[in-house]
């Protein structure tokens, strides 16, 4: 059965793809996964204020999911989440673009689309952040210019859906 839905097409048509709204939890575990920053227990309390209080759901039957977790509150939260998040690993994300070979600015841009969007996000959307980044980073590699494009990509409509 589990083999029959995993192959099947509508499990992988663009109506599937980035179908769902991550939960605060996907999204707070999921970029700290992908960079390889230690996910704090400090980091549980992030949630509360996405309106996911861990191991606290509202009813037996768990949390709402998908467009629930978007209203104004909450995208307020997950913006000062990953802002806050951003600004915090400059050193880890430092270190998370120096393993992966990254020296500059445009790869450090075009690796993160890569591992938090597979490498799909807008034209302009790209241009935008890239730009800004350029700007931001002056020459050579800088941490705060790369915590702006961790920001900028993860607060993108394409990363906050699963």
Known sequence: MVEAMFKSPAFYSAKAYRGLVKSPTELIVGINRQFGFAIAPRLAAAGESMGQALLDP????????G??????GSWIARMRFLLVMSSAQQAGLMSAMQAAGVNDHNTAVEHMVSVMLDGN??????????????????????????????????????????
């Open 58 to 65: 509202p009813n037996v039957a768990g949390w709402p999911g």
């Open 67 to 72: 467009a629930a977790w978007l209203s104004t």
């Open 121 to 162: 996000l807008t034209s302009g959307a790209h241009q935008a952040i890239s730009d800004h980044v350029a700007a931001a980073g002056g020459s050579g590699l800088n941490a705060k210019a790369l915590a702006d494009a961790l920001f900028l990509v993860g607060s993108t409509p394409e990363y906050q859906l699963a």
